[in-house]
């Protein structure tokens, strides 16, 4: 059974701090891993798409890697600034019919 | 491109009503997934229809059900509502295999 986890639940940084958020899962062979964010109250942002082929993907700030054979991925986030506070999810799909499994999230919160 | 739609986004019942749920989703995406959200609990998985079908169920009593159009519309139907079904309502959608998941901005169902 697929389990996902991710550390840390909740971290407070001083704006302008290189970050890197972290997740885990249980079963290596997945079809895709997504990040997400989440403001209070809305629904959730797709952030990057890493297919099971590739091994990192970037889109402005944030720098995502997939390490299959360890169940790990980590989202980095370069400059913090407090727009960057939200929650951040990441969720892997274990075949193309599966359904996504949702990490519980690291609360992330950039001090002014 | 219109982004995914969720109807209506706030509503209030009584304990005993039932309740219906809509969920638009983009064009040309045929797997929609439904999820609550609440604070306790994080994003828990209730069930995902694909071209009309039902292709994976979460572990939910039967008063939540769902079904979907020829469209790709679908909803959910919440029936004899419990205080405890207050939450944050959401729906995924993809165009189906391993392809990226997009969020509406969910339904905040209040069960008084």
């Known amino acids: 059974k697929q389990e996902v986890t991710q550390i840390p639940a909740a971290l407070s940084v001083p704006e302008g701090e290189n970050l890197v958020l972290n997740c885990s899962f249980t079963d290596s062979a997945i079809y895709n891993l997504q990040w997400f964010r989440q403001d209070p109250g809305k629904g959730l942002t797709s952030l990057l798409l890493i297919q099971s082929s590739q091994r990192e993907q970037t889109s402005g700030r944030l720098n995502a890697s997939l390490d299959k054979s360890s169940g790990r991925s980590t989202l980095y986030i370069a400059a913090s600034q407090p727009g960057d506070s939200a929650t951040y999810l990441c969720a892997v799909l274990r075949t193309s019919y599966d359904k996504v499994i949702f990490g519980p999230g690291t609360s992330l919160s950039v001090i002014p | 491109k219109a982004g995914v739609t969720q109807t209506p986004r706030y509503l209030i019942k009584t304990r005993g009503q039932q309740v219906t749920l809509s969920c638009s989703p983009i064009s040309g995406h045929r797997s929609v997934s439904w999820y609550q959200q609440t604070p306790g609990q994080g994003l828990q998985f209730l069930f995902e229809?694909?071209?009309?079908?039902?292709?994976n169920k979460g572990n939910f009593p039967g008063r939540f059900s769902g079904r979907q159009f020829s469209n790709s519309r679908s909803e959910m139907n919440v029936s004899t509502l419990e205080l405890g079904d207050s939450a944050l309502y959401l729906c995924a959608t993809r165009m189906g295999g391993a392809t990226e998941a997009f969020f509406g901005q969910g339904t905040r169902l209040t069960v008084v």
């Open positions: 229809y694909f071209s009309e079908t039902q292709r």
